[in-house]
């Protein structure tokens, strides 16, 4: 089974709306964290925002947020009012375990842009 | 300068040749990665390292060799290339998590290797 699957290959959004990309996760593990990257057409990948399993609030960041459902393993990152910068591929990612395990293992990516 | 670096950012080679990617970050972190990239798989982990001398197998580490020598450094080396391995190659690094936060990994930008 998938660790982490996101289900939107692609999405195309409109300027300054909000838009939430999917990401659902598998473990049995009480600790683990979840992490989301954006990665610009120029190549790089960039740490967005985190959420820890045991975190009471969901994590924001600016414009980012995230929709953290535990029971229902779940963690969408919310972007507010896009903007033309927000196009690029946006990674899920878990971490799973005790802590001195680092490994993440990142979904397939959701392809978003922005029209003007 | 400070970060994560990654050489060569391209390289063209043939089956069959050796090839080593290099990795530096000045950072100090003790863990290091190496992941690849391939359209429809995310980002992948082939080996990591938790301090100098200590690695360990990923998820794809088959033709792959790593060492580390130097905390700083983190080479990747294919031994005898395929075609297979053309792929887009990022080191990152994280420090260890500590309770009650799991660490994120920063990333290089990344080596284009494309095996002819």
């Known amino acids: 089974a998938q660790k982490i699957t996101q289900t939107q290959p692609g999405m195309f959004v409109q300027e300054k709306e909000a838009v939430t990309l999917d990401c659902t996760y598998d473990?049995?593990?009480?600790?683990?964290?979840l992490f989301w990257y954006k990665q610009p057409s120029s190549g790089e990948m960039i740490f967005l925002i985190y959420?820890?399993?045991?975190?009471?609030q969901n994590a924001t960041e600016g414009r980012y947020s995230l929709n953290f459902q535990k029971a229902r393993k779940s963690a969408n990152l919310v972007i507010s009012a896009s903007q033309l910068g927000d196009s690029a591929m946006y990674f899920c990612?878990?971490?799973?375990?005790?802590?001195?395990?680092?490994?993440?293992?990142f979904g397939t990516g959701t392809r978003l842009t922005i029209i003007p | 300068d400070a970060g994560i670096t990654q050489s060569p950012r391209y390289k063209i080679t043939e089956t069959g040749r050796q090839v080593t990617l290099m990795c530096h970050q000045t950072?100090?972190?003790?863990?290091m990665f190496w992941y690849r990239q391939d359209l429809g798989h995310g980002l992948r982990l082939i080996y990591y390292?938790?301090?100098?001398?200590?690695?360990d197998k990923g998820e794809v580490p088959d033709g792959y060799v790593v060492s580390r020598s130097k905390t700083e450094n983190f080479p990747l080396t294919l031994e005898s290339a395929t075609r297979s391995q053309t792929s887009v190659y990022f080191c990152?690094?994280?420090?260890?998590?500590?309770?009650?936060?799991?660490?994120?990994?920063?990333f290089g930008p990344g080596t284009r290797l494309t095996v002819l």
């Open positions: 990152a690094s994280s420090e260890r998590s500590t309770s009650g936060r799991h660490n994120e990994q920063f």
């Open positions: 473990t049995s593990d009480p600790s683990y964290g």
């Open positions: 959420q820890g399993s045991y975190d009471q």
């Open positions: 990612a878990m971490r799973e375990a005790n802590f001195g395990n680092e490994k993440l293992t």
């Open positions: 950072w100090s972190h003790s863990y």
């Open positions: 390292s938790a301090a100098a001398d200590i690695t």
